[in-house]
């Protein structure tokens, strides 16, 4: 049985205060080549004209439906739409970033190459940056373009966990309705933004028995600015990070994964989180201090120190806070991983990120000499 590449898309669109970026972003769904869709517009409570935007596009297309409701935040809103969703296929799309006119007819033609269902289509995404001066703005491919080959044949996390390592990027994928339900996947329902995104992935992606992925980008994601700090979060946004690191692997323990690279891919993930913010909210924030011990006690040592993904500052940090012996720290496979990771860094980032890795490769052989 093949998928059917004319099928229902429900494309959920959450939506809260975005009134300058909301017409690009509905404009772009509605000028999809596939018009198979339902679009259900969730207004969180917006208090700001995008209500009204939602509306003026309403009448101009009779696929938007309009669902106005109190503030409940992100995960609360998404689980409305997948709800009211009538659609094979399940989309969200973020009221701040648009999509290539032509993502859902190729992602649906691509699915439906293969015999049995799918449960999820996925692709990478462009980075859209410095989105705040048309005249700079540039679109830089993200660290998943390449490094996935478009399949050949259906796959489970197991034979590509990087899918897990980086950015949720959820919605640069297409999920199966009857996967959803089937599975019982939901919307963790956090305060706000709340990072939701983080345990729907790994509820998706480690549940899935069959992934197709098309190395094609087709969203185009506002990236974050950069330079947030303690003077502009809550102690709440600070330990985000921590708590939906500790949160995903509570789930992935519920599931039952078990492979270990999917574990060494996850931990990767809580590590790149605990240096974040010890970048934007420094390493000696109480808060910081304290999150990253709790991350470091739901680490299993095994998939610390076996794990290739992690340098030796990594390992030693985590086995100092476990007050643990550092005299001899495993680094088995690094060596062949970091030259894969420094190839694909001088592909898509160009020579200045390249020599900054030689630069940190190096600076670590000076620091800890013989090691």
Not at 230 to 238: F, P, Q, R, V, Y
Not at 252 to 277: C, K
Not at 281 to 305: A, C, Q, R
Request: proline share 5%; hydrophobic share 35%; with cysteine.
């Amino acid at each position: 049985m093949h998928s059917d590449k004319d099928a229902l898309v429900s494309v959920i669109v959450p939506i809260y205060n975005v009134e300058k970026y909301l017409d690009q972003c509905l404009d772009s769904i509605t000028g999809q080549t596939h018009k198979n869709l339902e679009i259900i517009c969730i207004n969180d409570g917006s208090t700001d004209s995008s209500l009204e935007i939602m509306k003026r596009h309403a009448a101009q297309d009779g696929r938007i439906r309009i669902i106005d409701k109190e503030n409940g935040g992100y995960g609360v809103g998404c689980n409305l739409g997948i709800r009211e969703a009538h659609g094979t296929w399940i989309s969200i799309v973020e009221p701040d970033d648009w999509i290539d006119a032509n993502m859902y007819h190729d992602m649906l033609e691509f699915a439906s190459r293969f015999d049995g269902r799918i449960d999820v289509i996925k692709t990478p995404w462009w980075n859209v940056e410095k989105w705040n001066d048309p005249k700079k703005q540039c679109c830089k491919y993200c660290k998943l373009h390449d490094r996935i080959k478009t399949s050949k044949e259906p796959f489970t996390l197991e034979k590509h966990p990087l899918l897990i390592e980086i950015h949720p990027g959820i919605w640069s994928a297409l999920y199966n309705k009857e996967f959803l339900n089937e599975s019982n996947i939901w919307f963790p329902e956090y305060p706000g933004a709340g990072w939701a995104d983080n345990p729907f992935l790994v509820h998706t992606l480690c549940t899935a028995k069959s992934i197709v992925y098309l190395n094609n980008p087709y969203y185009y994601y506002r990236a974050d600015l950069k330079g947030s700090t303690l003077n502009h979060k809550t102690e709440d946004a600070i330990a985000r990070p921590f708590d939906r690191w500790i949160d995903m692997t509570k789930l992935m323990e519920q599931i039952g994964v078990t492979d270990p690279g999917i574990w060494r891919s996850h931990y990767l993930r809580g590590f790149n989180y605990i240096d974040g913010a010890r970048y934007d909210d420094g390493k000696d924030n109480p808060i910081v201090v304290k999150k990253t011990s709790e991350v470091f006690k739901h680490m299993k040592s095994e998939y610390v120190l076996d794990n290739p993904l992690l340098n030796k500052d990594r390992k030693r940090q985590y086995l100092e806070a476990m007050d643990m012996d550092t005299s001899h720290i495993p680094m088995k496979g690094r060596l062949s991983h970091f030259v894969y990771e420094t190839g694909a860094t001088l592909v898509h980032e160009g020579p200045y990120l390249f020599l900054k890795r030689v630069f940190i490769l190096f600076r670590g052989a000076k620091k800890h000499p013989g090691e």
